[in-house]
């Protein structure tokens, strides 16, 4: 059982679901992505993703016309596997067609873009063996559209989740792990920052990120942590 989170930037809400491995991701159309594709090798109890993300995955299954084999899809920032501000972590990133030929990869690659329902979809020169594509939906802190935003108070989104996931695991906590960005998580970022001698504003910025993700990328489970 996963309890999952899922962010329609269309409304500015989130919708929770407890779901079965087998089940089908919410909004994800038929059974073409399953809990468990998804969830691929995290070991959490709890996922998230947004609606445009499934709309995405959507319009690329259906256009491709057969399945797509999921090799990565979610994790969490503590338990890594990707880069320091990954996509993954926000649960909007797939790595697909590991076990497919290279023209099947090149054929998901060219409906992707085609598509147009991408934030990024990665050059192949880059991606070998697989098909990276993502709906990242907010310009990054550090400038451009790599890497997580900038998150103040009232920031509503699956980077605030993996904002609180962060400082909850680095033992600062957010009192709860509901993806706003509240008065709780305003605090526990404030003492992140002086306790790293960086600007107490209480706003996730570039150099912020930068510190959290260096901390906090790969460290495991902690018992800090907030997993239910």
Sequence with gaps: MAKIFIYDEYTNRFMIQNLQESDPMPYAYGNTLRVREFRGSSRSNVLWTTVRAMEAWNATRRSYGSGIPVGYAFKRIWEGGHGLQSQHYA????????????????????????????????????TPTWVHMDRRYIGGACGGTAGFPTLRRGS???????????????????????????????????????DNRLSADGIAGCNTWKKIANEVVGIGQTPTVIDA
């Design 91 to 126: 649960g909007v990133s797939f790595d697909v067609g590991q076990r497919l030929s290279s023209s099947q990869r090149r054929q998901i690659y060219n409906v992707a873009i085609n598509t147009g329902a991408w934030g990024y979809v990665e050059p192949l020169s880059q």
């Design 156 to 194: 509503r989104n699956t980077y605030v989740l993996v904002l609180q996931d962060a400082l909850n695991a680095l033992g600062y906590s957010t009192k709860t792990l509901d993806g706003i960005f509240g008065n709780n998580t305003y605090n526990a970022l404030v003492a992140f920052q002086r």
